[in-house]
């Protein structure tokens, strides 16, 4: 669903202003227009066009991705890592403009999509080439912004570390999410069966159009009651939680032996406590991850196994970005409102 509509409302946050160049991620640069921010509000402002230096691609942004990650940013929790851009954004969509020295992989003209450590809201961005997937085709340059942070997010941590395969059983808690919604295409594609958690009568049937086998009401339905009738009392075999603390215990108690949690955020706080009587019965792992700030190398690993054991299932449209809507770049107040807010089915894009 495309929008033009929301109006610019004052924010919080701490003042970052924008750098001329990074390390890991985007380079901001002479003429581009891009959101910078202070402790009251956001603002496009036109800053140096950026140039690209050995194994950098040069973007033309068709769109942005607004991720939570953003908002914790804005709001002084979540720095950027040393060598990062302030601006923010940490995927984008676009046609590559220039290629700097070594790269061979890309050329001026193709239709790419980003992973990037900053500077996505902008007009154009510098990432590094091996965060740079093509867009396939019959999938829209606009909404392709939606998928490097989800895709890498998801597979990473329950394609790499829990290694979900065919006919294992994934929890996935905020199945309407921009992580969430991503995470049912793509484990219901590999061939396991989904359960989703969602809030709300609108949420829960879009969870089920997106494909999972059991959808929980998280607001009047206890989800571990539900997952244990559902698996016959076995339990999943991974759980994909962006809840964190307040919900260990019960996802220790929906989980399989041998089971794995993959902790992806944690909007509940930062301590919880751990029964490991229940941990060590249960033969399970739990694992914790980000992705901005992890190494070139560690990042380039990741994607390129998106490339080769997600983009097909892109490709052949077995997996699709999930957008809820799309707004031009000056009405960025707006986009973190609807984010803040929660109520969004998939991904909220930028347009600059």
């Not at 004052?10 to 910078?36: F, K, L, N, Y």
């Not at 036109?46 to 914790?72: F, H, K, M």
């Not at 992989?105 to 790419?112: E, I, L, P």
């Not at 049912?184 to 999972?212: N, Q, Y």
Request: aromatic fraction near 4%; glycine fraction near 12%; include cysteine.
């Amino acid at each position: 669903m495309i929008e033009r509509t929301g109006k610019i409302r004052s924010g919080s946050g701490r003042p970052r202003p924008p750098t001329a160049g990074t390390r890991d991620g985007a380079r901001t640069v002479e003429g581009m227009h891009a959101i910078t921010f202070d402790d009251a509000s956001m603002s496009v402002t036109d800053l140096p066009d950026p140039r690209p230096g050995t194994d950098e691609v040069l973007i033309e942004v068709a769109a942005a991705g607004v991720n939570n990650a953003d908002l914790q940013q804005r709001a002084g929790n979540y720095p950027p890592p040393p060598g990062a851009s302030d601006v923010l954004g940490l995927e984008v969509s676009g046609t590559v403009r220039a290629v700097g020295t070594g790269v061979t992989t890309v050329a001026v003209g193709d239709r790419v999509c980003a992973l990037l450590s900053g500077g996505g809201y902008a007009s154009l961005v510098v990432a590094p080439v091996t965060q740079v997937l093509p867009v396939p085709d019959g999938v829209d340059l606009v909404e392709a912004a939606g998928l490097p942070e989800a895709a890498c997010t998801v597979y990473s941590n329950i394609g790499m570390l829990a290694g979900l395969r065919p006919g294992q059983t994934l929890l996935v808690h905020g199945g309407t999410g921009g992580m969430g919604s991503h995470a049912v295409l793509w484990a219901k594609a590999l061939g396991a069966t989904v359960i989703a958690t969602s809030g709300g009568d609108r949420k829960v049937a879009a969870s089920r159009e997106l494909g999972a086998d059991l959808v929980v009401d998280h607001r009047t339905e206890d989800f571990v009651e539900r997952v244990m009738a559902f698996t016959d009392g076995v339990g999943v075999d991974v759980v994909l939680d962006v809840v964190g603390p307040s919900y260990l215990e019960r996802n220790l108690q929906a989980l399989a032996p041998n089971g794995h949690i993959a902790v992806i955020a944690s909007g509940s706080g930062r301590t919880a406590e751990l029964d490991f009587g229940v941990l060590m019965r249960k033969r399970a792992t739990i694992s914790g991850t980000t992705l901005r700030a992890r190494p070139l190398a560690e990042k380039a690993a990741i994607v390129e196994a998106v490339r080769y054991n997600v983009w097909p299932l892109v490709a052949d449209g077995r997996v699709r970005p999930v957008i809820d809507s799309v707004l031009p770049l000056a009405e960025v107040e707006e986009a973190h409102r609807r984010v803040r807010d929660g109520e969004v089915i998939g991904k909220v894009l930028l347009t600059p």
